[in-house]
């Protein structure tokens, strides 16, 4: 796998794909990272709208947005740096934590436009243990548990993942209600 490969791949996929698309690089679960190289030579792609990088390196966002057109919307993917990404360009994320806390992403999110360093790092701060233990550590199974909690639809996780555990359930229950607890259903 190197740049040229991947280059040549997002290229048939733009060329092929009847709307805009957005390029998702996810080293920690693939492998295989969306260098600062070969964003800067797939964003010169009329049909490649963005990139959503959920490496969580700031360093590596800011390269990439020095590297492209400014129409070229880079989102994060990284809970834990919605706002240092958002400082050096960024334009918002796609984040599982919204899956099951969406106000206060949305409130990070605002804060940010609205340039209140205070509240946005604040926010920031409040998301990182939600981050960390529940889309981090407990991964689907989490995500889904807690977006059960919230009043949302997650559901079983299926195969090969295994459901939570009392304990992790626990742990849930006790995040959830320390950063959202009028919204936790018990």
């Known amino acids: 796998m190197n740049s040229h490969v991947l280059v040549e791949h997002y290229r048939r996929v733009a060329d092929a794909a009847r709307i805009p698309i957005l390029l998702y690089s996810v080293p920690q679960y693939t492998g295989v990272a969306i260098e600062v190289d070969v964003a800067a030579r797939l964003s010169e792609h009329p049909n490649d709208a963005g990139m959503k990088d959920s490496s969580g390196n700031v360093d590596r966002v800011g390269a990439i947005l020095a590297a492209v057109p400014e129409t070229f919307e880079l989102l994060t993917g990284a809970s834990t740096t919605v706002y240092p990404s958002m400082t050096v360009g960024g334009k918002g994320g796609i984040l599982a934590l919204a899956d099951f806390l969406p106000e206060?992403?949305?409130?990070?999110?605002?804060?940010?436009?609205?340039?209140?360093?205070?509240?946005?790092?604040?926010?920031?701060?409040?998301?990182?243990?939600?981050?960390?233990?529940?889309?981090?550590?407990?991964?689907?199974?989490?995500?889904?548990?807690?977006?059960?909690?919230?009043?949302?639809?997650?559901?079983?996780?299926?195969?090969?993942?295994?459901?939570?555990?009392?304990?992790?359930?626990?742990?849930?229950?006790?995040?959830?209600?320390?950063?959202?607890?009028?919204?936790?259903?018990?």
């Open 104 to 186: 206060l992403c949305v409130a990070l999110y605002d804060a940010i436009i609205l340039r209140d360093a205070e509240k946005s790092l604040e926010l920031q701060r409040r998301l990182i243990p939600p981050t960390t233990r529940i889309v981090g550590a407990m991964g689907v199974a989490g995500v889904k548990y807690a977006m059960d909690r919230r009043g949302y639809y997650g559901g079983p996780v299926r195969g090969p993942l295994l459901p939570l555990g009392e304990a992790q359930k626990k742990e849930i229950e006790v995040l959830m209600a320390a950063l959202a607890p009028s919204t936790v259903t018990v």
